[in-house]
């Protein structure tokens, strides 16, 4: 859906380019933030997402934290206005180096994923004489009925600490003086269009702070993660997820100790449908059971349909065409898993014309890679062009 003088715009700004549309970016984020106070839930956008510092300023100024997952995440957001107190640090192999920075930065919390991790966590604030707050991402055993590649909370993945470890994991936090233990973390997958998965994980969180409980172990925070998915076949009449239900849900399930603060960790949600890939044919190829667009975007701009068969909406946005064909869309790179989309219906399209590759906002520009030697995509917001 983009105007006349846009496409305008865009016609005279060389691709591919990923536009971000500043307005709805804003309007997502008001919306997200508007539903977040009435629950009384602090978000954490996760910088994984998106990390164009651009966007960054936006997400910051409507009051959202931070949730990264690299030291260099961890500093973006420092430097586009994150206040450090509202900045989570999550991933499973934290080097020395990235835990020693974030630790004098004084981050909020370290979302720790091991017992061996904790140990180190605690040695290098002694070394600092810091007190480091840790919250520990549990393994709920839920899951996220999403592609297996982004399902994070069964115990066969290689995330969080598995229940069966909770009590050894208790007795080092003991010895480890330098660590406080503010929280517990919880982040099953991503792209959860099922919201009972939602209610799902609440029920398991309320087993499990159950089982802190009768160890006499109360903590001030609870952290759902992130997840929330987004309506990629209809990216116009779906612009924006309802925040509201998804934070409800949470505030109906879960049983929430007294004075005990409720955080998530948005990433996809706040950004996918704010930005669009856009592309031009450079060739359309006749193939022997297909025709091909070869585009002058691929998988190094876009990579999720390669990485996890992904669906985006692809648009051919100048075609004057009436009659339309089916084409495979592919980009240029030499992978034959650099296609955005097999006999897809599109208006008969010609050699210059341009695309759109919706919802590509998260994990579109944060995972652009530069094999083949290929030059990075530029990110323009609305007011760029
Ligand atoms: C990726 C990730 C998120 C964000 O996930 P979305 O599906 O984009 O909402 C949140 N928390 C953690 C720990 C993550 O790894």
Request: include cysteine; aromatic fraction near 10%; charged fraction near 20%.
């Amino acid at each position: 859906m983009f105007s006349a003088d846009l496409i305008k715009k865009f016609k005279n700004t060389p691709t591919p380019f990923y536009y971000y549309d500043t307005a709805l970016l804003n309007k997502t984020l008001q919306q997200a933030t508007a539903a977040a106070k009435k629950h009384d839930i602090e978000m954490h956008y996760a910088l994984k997402a998106n990390a164009n510092p651009r966007l960054l300023k936006v997400i910051q100024s409507h009051g959202a934290g931070a949730d990264c997952v690299s030291i260099n995440e961890v500093l973006r957001a420092i430097e586009c206005g994150f206040p450090v107190s509202k900045i989570v640090f999550a991933g499973v192999g934290k080097s020395d180096e990235e835990i020693s920075i974030a630790v004098n930065e004084g981050i909020f919390c370290f979302n720790s994923e091991s017992l061996e991790e904790i140990e180190i966590i605690d040695a290098i604030a002694a070394k600092h004489h810091k007190k480091a707050q840790v919250a520990l991402r549990i393994n709920p055993n839920v899951n996220a009925h999403t592609h297996h590649y982004i399902t994070t909370g069964l115990e066969e993945n290689k995330f969080g600490i598995n229940m069966w470890e909770l009590e050894k994991v208790l007795d080092a936090l003991k010895k480890c003086k330098h660590i406080s233990l503010v929280g517990l973390h919880f982040h099953i997958g991503s792209q959860i269009t099922d919201l009972n998965v939602f209610k799902t994980l609440c029920l398991r969180v309320n087993e499990i702070q159950q089982w802190f409980a009768d160890r006499n172990i109360y903590v001030p925070n609870l952290n759902l993660g992130g997840g929330l998915g987004i309506d990629y076949y209809n990216p116009d009449q779906n612009a924006i997820v309802d925040f509201d239900k998804y934070f409800g849900i949470f505030r109906q399930f879960l049983k929430i100790n007294p004075g005990q603060k409720l955080h998530t960790e948005p990433g996809r949600a706040l950004v996918a449908q704010c930005g669009t890939l856009i592309a031009k044919a450079l060739y359309v190829k006749k193939g022997i059971q297909s025709n091909f667009i070869i585009l002058d975007a691929g998988m190094t701009e876009l990579i999720r349909p390669a990485l996890y068969q992904s669906y985006h909406k692809i648009e051919n946005i100048t075609s004057k065409a009436a009659e339309t064909l089916k084409y495979d869309v592919v980009g240029p790179i030499c992978e034959s898993s650099d296609c955005f989309g097999k006999a897809i219906d599109l208006p008969e399209t010609l050699r210059g014309d341009l695309f759109a590759l919706r919802s590509a906002g998260a994990y579109g520009e944060s995972m652009a890679l530069d094999y083949n030697l290929r030059t990075r995509a530029k990110g323009y917001l609305a007011e760029d062009l």
